[in-house]
């Protein structure tokens, strides 16, 4: 069977940055994989290597077997964006968002059908957002703010779901009821690679790890990606085995 | 019962005129249609790009007279060019974008002035840079209705596509649908729409007609669709009372037009109920003397 997402020795540079260096990366389908590393040590750009928004100078990637651009041209790849990305005093309500997510399956002008609605009003009940569907998607709650574009993910009916930072500026209870709703997509069988330098949630959430640092320091279980010796190598802190991680 | 004539005859005097009829027929439309597009522009932020475009038609208009075409063909051509120059020298230096525009609409501009003083005098330059409403040919009022037309019609057909992408670029991309084609897609409309607004309010104001209205109406509400409807209200509102002002003080109508939007601006800015900078001093002025 092939994998969900199959990146092949990609080297993605920016000018003279070299931001992937020889990267692969290759997730079954049904598995959820944690993307671990700093600020600047490549995960947005793996994310756009997958999505076909950076073009690797060297190397392959397929989603679902098929290249990237037909994955996306069928609506299998959904993407939860970083808070940062998103204008959260644009004019829209929580549903509007929801329903972008149906785009790809209508006409030009985006006219929405019966069961475009159906698949919004079961996406907005999947992540428990139906009370608050009307709301302007800037009243909402960081948690809940995570929640309806991942709804706009499911409304889509996309297997393969690329998460920036989900749990970046939510509280520690919607961390949780993040964690309990990925995981129920990925039991519904979708595919899953979320980025995250909170590794808390980590060993609750993730089937496999991979600790990138402009290449790939380590890929494998959670439990032996997270031990202090790989991350060290990582995080490169310059200090005695394990030191910096009991302070 | 005399403010009430007084009041009517304010509107119904200058309406016995021709010339203001048209001048209304063309700034109300163009007001319609710059008010559809000012609630993207003010979403995306690209009051910039408006001022651009607009300024960068001036070659354009002045090359129309020289040859005897249309002014909105020789508009359109230089404001298409602007944006398509400014996309490519963005992309193959290392300028920042805002310096880009600025070295793009300035030196067309430059060439539009340039042009300008070599033109027979049948073409008054303040008449391109300021308007001339209350002089408008036939011809003119009949791109202008053309091109409003084009405008409205694209929009309409292609609404919630351009609503996606000012909100999220990426998640266009990401289900396959081009964000770059939709982004030159609305900086066409954009130079379509300056070319009709420069009749109302001449180049210089235009920017004014394809943000204020948006940015008014962006302060007074969070839904989009409302947002659009609110725009629309501004700028006809702005553009009925601007002729009429013009014609009973007999000053600049585009000025007047532009300051009735402006004035609209201000009182959402100052008043909304829910962004009024009025309230909000209130409420935190309130929370503080409680604590």
Redesign the interface.
Known sequence: MSAAIEVQGATVRYGEVLALDDVSVSVRPGRVCGLLGMNGSGKSTLFKTV???ATPDRGRVRVLGMKS?AA????L???V?QSE???WA????VR??VM??R??HMG????PRPDDREAVEHALARTDLTDLADR?IG?LSGGQRKRAFVA?AIA?GADVLLLDEPFAGVDKRSEATITDLLLQLRRAGHTLLVSTHDLSQVPALCDEALLLQGRVIAHGPPEQVLEPDVLLEAFGVPTSKGATWTR | MDTVTALVEWFTVPMQFEFVQRALLVSVVAGLVCAVLSCWMTLVGWSLMGDAVSHAVLPGVVLSYMLGLPFALGALVFGAGSVALIGVVNRTSRVKEDAVIGVVFTALFALGLVLVSRVPSQTDLSHILFGNVLGVSDTDILQVLVLAAVVLAVVWYKHRDLTMYAFDPVHAHAIGVNPRLLETLLLGLLAVTVVVALQAVGIVLVVAMVIIPGATAYLLTDRFERMLLIAMAVSVTASVSGVFTSFHLNVSTGGCIVLAQAALFTVAYLFSPRQGVLWRGRTARALRNRA
């Open positions: 999505l076909g928004l651009a996306r041209r069928k609506g790849l959904g993407y964006p990305q998103v204008d644009f004019p829209v309500r509007d968002v972008m997510g785009y790809g030009h002008r985006r006219r302007q009243a706009r889509q």
